[in-house]
């Protein structure tokens, strides 16, 4: 698979905070990168660095085939004005708003594009709804259809799931299997250890100026967890009970 | 009542006045929504304020020609932008702070210079506008930047609607998003130009401001708020100015935005998301009101 995205030696932070050093990955086409850390680690931090709001401090990062002309986004819900006068079928629309004619906005292919997505997230029938009368759920779905509408090769989400129902999650998840099976390359931000991680193939942690990545075995170990400073050791230790009770046989 | 409405449309400068007010509401509502939208509301006053030391440089150099009063206003108004910009970049000051210091100074400044040079124009006209003011070269400014106003935001519109509803995801699709924002505010500080002179440098911008809020207690669309902010700034100017003519005393400033004020009350007062809207009981399966949705969203 062809690599979307490659950091090479990557720092990042602010001049008087360094979050993590020398880190390197490769972001291929068809992966789902999670990235965990404790609060303060820098996980929204390097979704913004992706994104290109922000430098990093030292390394490189390199687009091996261009920088995609459109990278999907969907930031943490609290950054969100709900009450901007606009009915859903147009925020969604803003995920094509760099295609609009200047005159009559979106053509009939948009529009069908725009119902498109809405079908898929689950809530053709809240189109005409004003944004400040949508739960917490049903926005995240609306914000998940301007994503599906960007069409991007590379999508970020951060925290998508931090205030939504377990169906909604379930239904969100459905649509972030679809894109790694479009072959997308999805970089998810989350903040526990949840059943998001079974839709994942990698993993990015982060915590204690120090970056680990690999696949989810490989990083979500008990001593890496306590290393990074996401897990306690007694959190650790209750938590991965079973697998350590399974290698204490193994080795006796 | 109709011979002295009458004997107002006959003369000139009122007819002028009408005209002017009328291209003016048209130019001004659109800023005035997303100044709104945009939660400046606090730095469209404190940018009239700010463009006043220029103005007044202006007219003390050059008198009180329209090309005295644009070059001030927009040296004023550009300089003020940037400084803050500067400010709440590189020091511990955020935006608001350092606007509301810089504005202060450029306010009294501006007095001060306007007083010191012994103007032969009234304070009072300088403050709160005249409609007496009003010549074929103050046309032509208005006109001007209605027209230039009406231009960009054929072009601006969506990108604003984007990045005011979601500014980080603006951010993330564009590579010069500070465009949108310093071409909005070179707008805001072309059109509190044009209003100066119908409504004076501590008026101006409460014909873009309230004519806004009032709408928004009725619209749930763009559109809507577009629409309904240019017939509240339009009915408040007619009105205002009418005011002005029968109280030959009162300045046409605060008539046309004491108008401007009555609207936001009443809207305030009726309109479906005002307290109006709080005080119907919604009926069985109805739509979520927006007060729920607001408790639902503090909860979150």
Redesign the interface.
């Known amino acids: 698979m062809a690599a979307v995205l490659e950091l090479r030696n990557l720092s990042l932070g602010y001049p008087d905070l360094t979050l993590f050093k020398h880190l390197s990955l490769d972001m291929k086409a068809g992966t789902t990168l999670a990235v965990l850390g404790a609060n303060g680690s820098g996980k929204s931090t390097f979704v913004k660095m992706l994104l290109g709001l922000m430098d990093p401090l030292a390394g490189r990062l390199h687009w091996p085939s261009g920088r995609p002309g459109e990278i999907g986004y969907l930031a943490q819900l609290t950054e969100f004005d709900r009450r901007f006068p606009i009915r859903v079928r147009d925020l969604v629309a803003m995920g094509a708003w760099r295609g609009f004619d200047l005159w009559s906005g979106l053509g009939r292919g948009g529009r069908n594009r725009v119902a498109a997505a809405l079908e898929e997230a689950g809530i053709p029938d809240l189109a005409d709804r004003s944004l400040h009368t949508l739960s917490g759920g049903q926005l995240q779905r609306a914000l998940f259809a301007r994503v599906i509408l960007q069409d991007a090769p590379l999508i970020l989400l951060d925290e998508p799931f931090a205030a939504v129902d377990q169906s909604t999650e379930a239904h969100l998840l459905s649509i972030i299997k679809r894109w790694r099976e479009e072959n997308r390359a999805v970089v998810l931000v989350v903040h526990d250890l949840s059943s998001v991680l079974d839709h994942c193939s990698h993993a990015l942690l982060l915590g204690n100026g120090a970056a680990t990545h690999g696949s989810v075995a490989e990083v979500l170990t008990p001593d890496l967890l306590v290393a990074h400073g996401y897990l306690s050791q007694s959190q650790a230790s209750w938590m991965f009970r079973g697998s350590i009770e399974q290698k204490g046989q193994a080795h006796a | 009542m109709l011979e002295l409405f009458a004997e107002m449309w006959s003369f000139a400068f009122m007819r002028r006045a009408f005209v002017a007010t009328t291209v003016l509401s048209a130019s001004v509502a659109p800023i005035g929504a997303f100044l709104v939208?945009r939660r400046l509301s606090l730095a469209g006053e404190a940018m009239a304020h700010a463009i006043t030391p220029g103005i007044v440089i202006g007219f003390v150099a050059a008198g009180l020609s329209v090309m005295s009063l644009l070059i001030g206003g927009l040296v004023a108004g550009v300089g003020v932008a940037i400084l803050t910009a500067l400010l709440a970049r590189k020091t511990i000051l955020r935006s608001d702070a350092s606007l509301a210091s810089l504005y202060l100074i450029a306010l009294a400044a501006g007095i001060f210079i306007l007083s010191a040079a012994g103007s032969a124009v009234p304070l009072k006209s300088f403050l709160f506008g005249s409609i007496l003011g009003i010549d074929d070269a103050s046309m032509m400014l208005v006109g001007g930047v209605a027209a230039v106003t009406l231009v960009a935001f054929?072009?601006l519109l969506?990108?604003l609607?984007?990045s005011?509803?979601?500014p980080?995801?603006f951010?993330?699709?564009t590579?010069r998003p500070w465009l949108v924002d310093q071409g909005f505010m070179l707008l805001l500080v072309l059109n509190l130009l044009a209003a100066f002179k119908t409504l004076g440098t501590l008026m101006a911008v409460g014909l873009m401001i309230l004519p806004a809020t009032a709408a928004?207690y009725w619209?749930?669309?763009?559109t809507?708020?577009l629409v309904l902010g240019f017939l509240f700034a339009l009915a408040s100017c007619w009105i205002g100015l009418t005011l002005s003519y029968f109280f030959p005393e009162t300045p046409s400033g605060p008539a046309i935005v004491l108008v401007a004020g009555g609207f936001f009350l009443i809207s305030a007062l009726f309109g479906p998301l005002g307290f109006g809207g709080r005080l119907r009981k919604p009926s069985p399966g109805a739509?979520?009101?927006?007060e729920q949705?607001?408790a639902?969203?503090r909860i979150?």
């Open positions: 939208l054929a072009f969506r990108p609607i984007v005011t509803c979601d980080i995801f951010e993330s699709q590579r928004r619209a749930s669309t763009i809507g708020q739509k979520p009101s927006v949705s607001y639902e969203e979150q």
